[in-house]
């Protein structure tokens, strides 16, 4: 076989490929893994729901602020929503402890906390 063939053949051994496909474990920050135990929770128990921007809402806080104000939170709600459907798909996949799940967790974590130093206590998470 010829050099040039040899790098263009497909690999095709199944458990090497499962291998390459599995994500790698990691246990990450407790501070994460606590955000994320309350965040299945709350999706868990319908409090969120996955593609209803509003459920992520603390109307509370959300129906005082100004009407600009209160466009932004609904624009970085669909936001946060997207990345929480991405947490929940890994989380019920079986992948709790990997670097893909922490990393979208602290994400998460992070931005909602950047927006709420902004704007008060705006989502339920």
């Known amino acids: 076989m010829s050099d040039q063939s040899q790098q263009t053949a497909v690999f095709k051994d ?4 499962r291998q390459l496909n599995e994500p ?4 990450g920050s407790s501070q994460n893994k606590d955000f ?27 129906d005082k602020l ?17 990345v929480i459907r991405e947490i929940k798909g890994l989380y019920e996949a079986g992948y709790k402890d990997t670097y893909q799940i922490d990393n979208l967790v602290e994400k ?6 950047r927006l709420e130093a902004q704007g008060g206590d705006i989502f339920i998470i």
Do not use: F, W
């Not at 199944?14 to 490929?17: A, I, V």
């Not at 998460?108 to 906390?113: A, D």
């Open 14 to 17: 199944e458990q090497t490929q």
């Open 36 to 62: 994320l135990e309350m965040l299945i929770k709350l999706i868990n128990e319908g409090k969120i729901q996955i593609y209803k921007a509003d459920s992520l809402i603390n109307h509370a806080v959300y």
């Open 66 to 82: 100004e009407q600009k104000a209160q466009g932004q939170a609904d624009y970085e709600a669909m936001n946060l929503l997207h």
């Open 24 to 27: 790698l474990k990691y246990s």
């Open 108 to 113: 998460l974590r992070v931005t909602k906390e």
